[in-house]
Nanobody, 123 residues
Framework: QVQLVESGGGSVQAGGSLTLSCAAS?????????MAWFRQAPGKEREGVAC???????AYAAAVKGRFTIGQNNAKNILYLQMSNLKPDDTAMYYC????????????????WGQGTQVTVSS
């Protein structure tokens, strides 16, 4: 019912910036209350990065607070993640997720996922 497509990943040196985008389509208003970014590094569990709800309230993981900014263009159904001062520890596959959940949900509570976009940060 909701389709998500991420873009914008790539390789960057430490201290650099990237902006990820997630285009949403389908019955987005009926099936989603929040949209979030998760990431998963090799050998590690998927973790939440940032979330924004329908009222534009945001939440961030401690590791990215102050460096990442989540935003959305409601008219175009696009979710963004602006990442700055990137660190090698930010290297991961980044996923966009959506569902009828308040921010703060675990990854396994989200039913709608994009295919992921790779972010690689070199030192």
């Amino acid at each position: 019912q909701v389709q998500l497509v991420e873009s914008g990943g790539g390789s960057v040196q430490a201290g650099g910036s990237l902006t990820l985008s997630c285009a949403a389509s389908g019955y987005t208003y009926s099936y989603t209350y929040s949209m979030a970014w998760f990431r998963q590094a090799p050998g590690k569990e998927r973790e939440g990065v940032a979330c924004i709800d329908r009222r534009s309230r945001t939440a961030y993981a401690a590791a990215v607070k102050g460096r990442f900014t989540i935003g959305q263009n409601n008219a175009k159904n696009i979710l963004y993640l602006q990442m700055s001062n990137l660190k090698p520890d930010d290297t991961a596959m980044y996923y966009c997720a959506a569902d009828f959940l308040a921010c703060g949900g675990n990854w396994y509570e989200y039913n709608y996922w994009g295919q992921g976009t790779q972010v690689t940060v070199s030192s």
